[in-house]
């Protein structure tokens, strides 16, 4: 199993990221993803989920209506849209399968000006 992040990088606040995280080694289109993100002394945390089909997205409050979820199944790829981006929003972005427990090596996203 392989989930390998991309995306990330330096950004002023107010900028905008697209992550994108490439899946193999599992049924991808069978599973529902999420991203986590983990800030610099804080536990790594729950970001954004999506189902199987696309049918449902969740979010954590503090990206509601700045961070959008997609997945395109054809290409075994999770995205997560990043706008409005603020310094706390810095951090190490993973992708994960809901229910298995494989991690990839993550993407560092730093907001600053």
């Known amino acids: 199993v392989q989930l390998v992040e991309s995306g990330g990088g330096l950004v002023q606040p107010g900028g905008s990221l697209r992550l994108s995280c490439a899946a193999s080694?599992?049924?991808?289109?069978?599973?529902?993803m999420s991203w986590y993100r983990q800030r610099p002394g804080k536990e790594r945390e729950l970001v954004a989920t999506i189902t199987s089909t696309s049918s449902r997205t969740n979010y954590t409050d503090s990206v509601k209506g700045r961070f959008t979820i997609s997945r395109d199944n054809a290409k075994s790829t999770v995205y997560l849209q990043m706008n409005s981006l603020k310094p706390e929003d810095t951090a190490v972005y993973y992708c994960?399968?809901?229910?298995?427990?494989?991690w990839g090596q993550g993407t560092q996203d730093t907001v600053s000006s």
């Open positions: 994960r399968a809901n229910g298995r427990n494989d």
């Open positions: 080694g599992f049924t991808f289109s069978s599973y529902s």
